[in-house]
């Protein structure tokens, strides 16, 4: 099952020539820099800018052949845009006026959302984050085969942010629905994507899974603050008499093999079994080619060079190393690259601090 998007238009200064197919179900994030055409192609998919030219398929329906209203797809945008005179309840009753017919479980959206509690209020009352779920939950409602969202968490402040990133994450977790999702904060890629679609000046640069993508040196995303590898992960165990909590890799962009990476982080109070993902930054793994006596550092990871990529500038190095079935990404000197004598299909050894690891 899939989501494939190809869309020709011109505006009098831009033009988007894009195309993209992500599995669907699954979070897939437009992602680059401001003015890169985002919101112009969630806009030509949703049927509210009328393209030069647009096919969006979606699990063999051609959604672009059907006039807006008959494409059911939900909007999120970045101000909520709830009716102000209507109660949160009759705002979500709204977007199940629209569903088709079929049983439909408002609770357990409601509850996903934490939204219960709030049924009676006006918009005007709630706060930032309480209506962009508000928002979330009434597109939900309308049972969307698509849900799409333009920077559904732009206008809130950080603390906003962190209220309703985990929200986002449970919708994607227990929901079937795909989603689109257009986002220039890296954080929230990281955390939610499953897909990532990199954009920059109307084209499409790169598109994959997020770890794929966000590891790969000859993207822009390796050459920025952003650097890093993104793996989802499991816990394996914990080790309380060193305060540890043992991962496990699942699922990674490398290729096929068989037993997934363990990184040691700092102990996390969830349960073994547990499935989050994380980010270990570039600018945080050192290379070496044998295996360091007595150092702080508790992941010590055997590896293989997959790509070495000098930046433009000459000043860093990117290193791809495969770990199992997950990709790190290392910065480099190019001096310590020639010390090393780096190269693809080198056996290395990625060396990081559990503490350098970011539990998403
Ligand atoms: N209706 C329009 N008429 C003319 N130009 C437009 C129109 N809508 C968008 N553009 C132009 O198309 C380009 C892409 O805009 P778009 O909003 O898709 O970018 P974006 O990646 O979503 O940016 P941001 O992250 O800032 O929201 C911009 O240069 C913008 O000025």
Known sequence: ?????????????????????????????????????????????????????????????????????????????????LFPHLSVRDNLRYGLRRAPPGPIDPDETVELLGIGHLLKRYPATLSGGERQR???????????????????????????????????????????????YVSHAMEEVARLA?????????????CGPVGEIAARADLPLALGNDAGAIIPAEIAAHDDAR?????????????????????????????????????IPASDVVLALERPARISANNVIPGTVRAVREAPGGRLALVEIAVGDSLLLSQLTPDSVAQLEIEAGKPVLALFKSIAVQVL
């Open 194 to 206: 499953d897909t990532l679609v990199l954009m920059e000046a109307g084209r499409v640069i790169g």
């Open 243 to 279: 305060a540890l909590t043992v991962l496990r890799a699942t699922g990674g962009a490398a290729g096929a093999s068989s037993e997934g990476a363990r990184f040691l982080v700092p102990r996390i109070g969830l349960p073994p079994g547990s499935r989050l993902r994380i980010r």
């Open 134 to 180: 508000v928002a979330i939950g009434r597109a939900l409602l309308s049972q969307p085969r698509l849900l799409v969202m333009d920077e559904p968490l732009a206008a809130l402040d950080a603390a906003r942010k962190a209220e309703i990133l985990p929200y986002l994450a449970r919708l994607r977790d227990s929901l079937r629905t795909p989603v689109l």
């Open 1 to 81: 099952m899939s989501l494939d998007v190809f869309l020709r238009h011109r505006f009098p200064d831009f033009s988007a020539d894009v195309s993209f197919s992500a599995p669907a179900p699954g979070v897939t994030a437009l992602f680059g820099p401001s003015g890169c055409g985002k919101s112009t192609v969630l806009s030509a998919v949703s049927g509210l800018l009328r393209a030069d030219e647009v096919r969006v398929v979606l699990d063999g329906i051609v959604l672009s052949d059907l006039p807006p209203e008959r494409r059911r797809i939900g909007v999120v945008f970045q101000e909520g845009r």
